[in-house]
């Protein structure tokens, strides 16, 4: 039999009812008589207040209970005379399913600091505060789902191990089966930075994707925003313009954040009063503003006049660096700003070239907190442009006929974007550190787990 989940019974489980509840208890307390546990079983927050009676055949063992033991409790739903809880349950039998091991279970005390955490994260899931993070995470992956399906994109999946490397997205993990890097496909291969170019096949076929899974970049920068594996998520849509691949972002993201303010809301309240006391106004205030639009000559003229002594001063050619997002939209702006028209210089070979000679059809949109947190572009659809554009950049047509096909053949104008979902869930969350929104972090020396 399956029993309910807490979460049910806690908002609507009837008082009177009998039930059967498992999980892992997190605190008893009480006297020789009368013992309280709260269980949780991950479905919420709150733990459910379990009280146990001398009367029962195996109150002794019960008093042994101690943090981490997971049990499975028969008994009645009550309504709750306690503090904060509508309903507990008085138990008629208590099984205690595994035991803990006392005062080497490492969780026993609250307050622990994420580096900690860090190292355990293989118990970490039992705390407070990353099932709170993993049940937001889930919440805000199923709004991806959503709020494509709802729209007609298709769920396309683009391969992991791949030949080509998205041109310079990031450095690349080769993969091999140790008999050297061709023995297995006869060509050396990668793990993908980016479903991008596989994306524009699949979008010039369907009409409008969307890849959400895996990719993996060798960066060795050890910064809080960066994993070495992440999760992205890439629509590519045929027949869109830039407006209309910034229109897309803009409604995308507005919608998976109204998700978690609509789904998620006494975990937001705890991580807000952990971590970010700002965090729920901070996601009201960016579902309800709109999003600054503001070409990359202006931003660069809004930085230069700034006045502040940035580390990397800003330039007309040079990348928006972190400290100048930051700037943008935490000072100078306070909500979302979506740059367009970056050098062509500092971006892919597939990104339209613009009538200026200058720059090119991308855009990244730029958070608070975060900084980049999606970065897309209109690609280029004309044959010979793009062609000029490869030989420029010193790179080989010959492996990238496949995807010059697409131009040769009924090309269109198409646009996408890739969301890094980790730098979103970051944001929901409030959590400063990438790896604390992801459940086994893979960064620079860590791949424990
Ligand atoms: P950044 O400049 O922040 O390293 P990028 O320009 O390399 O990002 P893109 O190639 O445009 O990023 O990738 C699309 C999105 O993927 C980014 O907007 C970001 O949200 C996310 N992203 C990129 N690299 C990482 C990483 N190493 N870890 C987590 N997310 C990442
Ligand atoms: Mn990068």
Known sequence: MTAPRIATLLAAGQPGSSV???GWVRTRRGSKRVNFLAVNDGSCLESLQVVAAENLPN??????????CSVEIQGLLAASEGQGQRVEVQASRVTVLGWAEGDAYPLQKKGHTLEFLR?????RP???????????????GDAVHRFFQDRGFLWAHTPIITASDCEGAGQMFHVTTGAGPDAFFGRPVSLTVSGQLEGELLATALGAIYTFGPTFRA???NTPRHLAEFWMVEPEVAFLDLAGDMDLAESFLRAIISAVLDRCGADLAFLQERFEPTLIPTLEHIVASE???LSYTEAIALLEASGEAFEFPPRWGADIQTEHERWLTERHIRRPVIVHGYPREIKAFYMRQSDDGRTVAAMDVLFPRIGEIIGGSQREERLDRLRSRIREMGMSEDALSWYLDTRRFGTVPHAGFGLGFERAVQFVTGMSNIRDVIPFPRTPGNADF
């Open 20 to 22: 059967i509840v498992r």
């Open 59 to 68: 109150f002794d063992e019960v008093q042994r209970i101690t943090t981490g």
């Open 119 to 123: 190292q355990i994260a293989h118990l």
């Open 126 to 140: 039992r705390t407070n505060t990353f099932g709170a993070v993993f049940r937001v995470r889930n919440v805000l």
């Open 219 to 221: 960066e060795n920068s």
């Open 291 to 293: 999003f600054v639009r």
